[in-house]
C-alpha cells in the first residue's frame, strides 16, 4: 500500500493569511492526488483533483500543486469558513488511501 | 447534482454482519464507480472498496476477506455487508461517488455512525 502524509499535523493561523499543508507519498503517484476539507460532523467534501486542479464550485483561493511524492495545498487568504480538516488522498493504485489530516483553526 | 443517502442499522452485536445501502438520486446509478468508505470516532478515512455499475468489484485487501459490496442498478443502490463485526470497526461509513477515472470521490453520502456492541 502507498502510505501518504500530511504536515503539520495541525496549524492556527489568522484570517487573510496564507496557509500551506504539505503531503508525502512513500511512493511516486504521478499526479494522483486529491485533497478533501471536512468539517466536523459533516462528510469530506473535494476541493482538488489531479493534483492542482480546481473542483467545481470550489473558491479559487484554494489550489494545488505537485507531483511525484511531494504535494502542496495552498489556501491563498484565510476565510473563517475553512476552519477545518484537510485529507490527501492518492489515487495512483489500489488500496486508495488517505492522509492523516491536518487541521486548520482560525486564531 | 447528485445525492447520496445511506441507510441501516446504528448498532450491530459483535460477530454480526453489517448491512448498509446507499440510495443514488438525482442522477443515474450507470457509469461512474461506487465506493464505501468509514472513518473510526476521531480517526481518519479508510477506503473500504467500490463497485462499478457493471457489477466489477475491488476491495482493500485489509477487509478484503470480510467484506462484499453490490450494486441494484433497477432501485439505484449499491450495498455494504461486512461480516464478523468487532468492536474495531465501530465507525462513521460513507457512500461516494468515484470519478469516471474511479480516482477520487465527488459527491458523498452524509454517512451514518456504525457501533458495535453487545
Known amino acids: 500500500d502507498i502510505q501518504m502524509t500530511q504536515s503539520p499535523s495541525s496549524v492556527s493561523a489568522s484570517v487573510g493569511d496564507r496557509v500551506t499543508i504539505s503531503c508525502r507519498a512513500s511512493?511516486?503517484?504521478?499526479?494522483?492526488l486529491a485533497w478533501y476539507q471536512q468539517k466536523p460532523g459533516k462528510a469530506p467534501k473535494l476541493l482538488i483533483y489531479?493534483?492542482?486542479s480546481l473542483q467545481s464550485g470550489v473558491p479559487s483561493r484554494f489550489s494545488g500543486s505537485g507531483s511525484g511524492t511531494d504535494f502542496t495545498l495552498t489556501i491563498s487568504s484565510l476565510q473563517p469558513e475553512d476552519s477545518a480538516t484537510y485529507y490527501c488522498?492518492?489515487?495512483?493504485?489500489?488500496?486508495?488511501?488517505f492522509g492523516p489530516g491536518t487541521k486548520v483553526d482560525i486564531k | 447534482q447528485v445525492q447520496l443517502q445511506e441507510s441501516g442499522p446504528g448498532l450491530v452485536k459483535p460477530s454480526e454482519t453489517l448491512s448498509l445501502t446507499c440510495t443514488v438520486s438525482?442522477?443515474?446509478?450507470?457509469?461512474?464507480?461506487w465506493n464505501w468508505i468509514r472513518q473510526p470516532p476521531g480517526e481518519g478515512l479508510e477506503w473500504i472498496g467500490y463497485i462499478y455499475y457493471s457489477g466489477s468489484t475491488f476491495y482493500n485487501p485489509s477487509l478484503k476477506s470480510r467484506v462484499t459490496i453490490s450494486v441494484d442498478t433497477s432501485k439505484n443502490q449499491f450495498s455494504l455487508k461486512l461480516n464478523s463485526m468487532t468492536a474495531a470497526d465501530t465507525a462513521v461509513y460513507y457512500c461516494?461517488?468515484?470519478?469516471?477515472?474511479?480516482?477520487?470521490?465527488?459527491?458523498w453520502g452524509q454517512g451514518t455512525l456504525v457501533t458495535v456492541s453487545s
Open positions: 438525482r442522477g443515474s446509478i450507470n457509469t461512474y464507480y
Open positions: 489531479a493534483a492542482s
Open positions: 461516494a461517488r468515484g470519478s469516471v477515472a474511479g480516482t477520487e470521490f465527488d459527491y
Open positions: 511512493q511516486g503517484i504521478s499526479s494522483w
Open positions: 488522498q492518492q489515487a495512483n493504485s489500489f488500496p486508495l488511501t
